[in-house]
């Protein structure tokens, strides 16, 4: 997304929500058995969204998931259909993190990149992306949320200025913000063609991709 304030962040970020809670909820709807959420942080929905043959995959950095796991833990959640994969997108082999942790590659997956490849730079999202090509089957399809800016701007100085305005930029700089047609060109690079694109907000680009 790009930079947003009161009102407007809450907009964002109820579209996204939004948006997500349906794909999964048509995923599980159309029998995919397998939900990754990367960048998962303390995302919820393996609990709100819990089937008998759903297993949830969750990926982030080695911490969160360790902190993840205490709170799960005291509040009593079943973990036994959440599996925390701890992995950081720009040194570790997502695709073989997940294969560890039980993955199965030909069973059909729903990939889910919530709010997360703004924080990656382009190499580290294509690398990303093409590891979750790599444990697709046929079916499986990716949703993901990506940002944005028009035509003729320069994306290093829509980096720039969003990031003087960001509270944690510092620790969490935004990174990728793109026209929508070299988003869509970079999902096609790493092996995902876009099947649906919605333009909530400006800025934010939701887009559900099947493997091409």
């Not at 809450?10 to 990367?38: C, K, N």
């Not at 925390?84 to 942790?101: G, I």
């Not at 701007?153 to 990031?163: C, G, K, L, P, Q």
């Amino acid at each position: 997304m790009r930079p947003a304030h009161g009102a407007t962040l809450r907009t964002h970020l109820a579209a996204r929500t939004s948006f997500f809670d349906e794909q999964v909820l048509a995923a599980l709807a159309e029998g995919i058995e397998q939900v990754v959420i990367l960048g998962a942080g303390y995302d919820d929905r393996a609990l709100r969204f819990s089937a008998p043959a759903v297993r949830y995959f969750e990926v982030d950095q080695p911490a969160t998931q360790r902190d993840k796991r205490r709170r799960l833990v005291r509040i009593g959640a079943d973990l036994g259909r959440v599996t925390l994969v701890p992995a950081d997108f720009r040194t570790d082999d997502t695709a073989a993190a997940l294969a560890a942790a039980g993955h199965d590659a030909e069973t059909p997956s729903l990939f889910i990149c919530e709010g997360l490849l703004i924080y990656l730079d382009e190499d580290t999202s294509l690398r990303l992306l093409v590891a979750l090509r790599s444990r697709s089957s046929a079916t499986s399809r990716l949703a993901a949320s990506l940002a944005t800016h028009p035509d003729g701007e320069s994306s290093d100085a829509v980096v720039a200025s969003a990031n003087r305005i960001r509270r944690n930029s510092r620790s969490e700089p935004w990174l990728t913000i793109l026209p929508a047609a070299a988003q869509l060109e970079l999902l096609e690079r790493a092996g995902w063609r876009a099947a649906d694109t919605s333009d909530h907000v400006r800025g934010m680009l939701l887009v559900t991709a099947r493997a091409s």
